[in-house]
């Protein structure tokens, strides 16, 4: 069946500090692949998104590139702020015309000043 | 910006009462989906509607676990009885329609713990 795998938390980063978390799949065929973020006590938000492969998604200044070739989808920002501390989801859908999304585990991210 | 709505929030329960979740999906979204979140893990999906019919509830506990969309707009999904380990957060997601690689769209969640 469809995985997805995320590195282990958390990311203990100091602001302005580069972040990667590492995301990789299993499917079948070709999935859209998404990043969500979750605030403390809320529910999940659209991150980015990419529906093909060497599609980047990106949006408020993280992105990440759908690599079929190593089958990844890994986020990236160049300089992270104190209020991008939360846990962020890796996720698929569309695998085999299924219309079910596999989540990764979450990655918590902690940003110091 | 339209947003699906959830309430309660949090809901504290005993074991053994009945507990019911509420949704609003984003005006004009057909598919609803319900998840559970257990800390520290992804969402996993319990059921999911398109309009007002069941899609998939493969993984739903029906002994305990009920879900309706009877106008194919808002949702209920109830718990009777609750257990110690349905504590978790509900979400509920939307999407415009149903087909592989939909985006969903997903609430605020609510945090259920049972005593």
């Known amino acids: 069946g469809d995985s997805v795998t995320q590195m282990e938390g958390p990311v203990t980063l100091s602001e302005e500090a580069c972040l990667t978390i590492?995301?990789?799949?299993?499917?079948?065929?070709?999935?859209?692949l998404f990043w969500y973020v979750q605030y403390p006590g809320e529910g999940l938000q659209l991150l980015l998104k990419?529906?093909?492969?060497?599609d980047k998604g990106s949006n408020k200044g993280f992105e990440a590139t759908y690599r079929k070739e190593t089958t990844s989808f890994h986020l990236e920002k160049g300089s992270v702020q104190v209020s991008d501390s939360a846990v962020y989801f890796c996720a698929l859908s569309g695998s085999g015309g299924s219309y079910i999304p596999t989540f990764g585990r979450g990655t918590s991210l902690i940003v110091h000043p | 910006e339209a947003e699906v709505a959830q309430s309660p929030r949090y809901k504290i329960t005993e074991k053994s009462q009945a507990v019911a979740f509420w949704c609003d999906p984003i005006s004009g979204h057909a598919t609803l989906y319900w998840y559970r979140q257990i800390l520290g893990q992804g969402p996993e999906l319990l059921v999911q509607f398109q309009d007002e019919s069941v899609v998939d509830d493969s993984q739903l506990p029906k002994d305990r676990f009920s879900a309706e969309r009877l106008k194919g707009v808002d949702s209920t999904l109830k718990i009777q009885p609750a257990e110690l380990g349905d504590s978790a957060m509900y979400l509920c997601a939307s999407s415009q329609l149903l087909r592989p690689k939909e985006t969903q769209y997903f609430g605020p969640g609510t945090r259920l713990l049972v005593l």
């Open positions: 990419a529906t093909k492969a060497d």
């Open positions: 590492n995301c990789t799949y299993t499917a079948t065929g070709y999935p859209s």
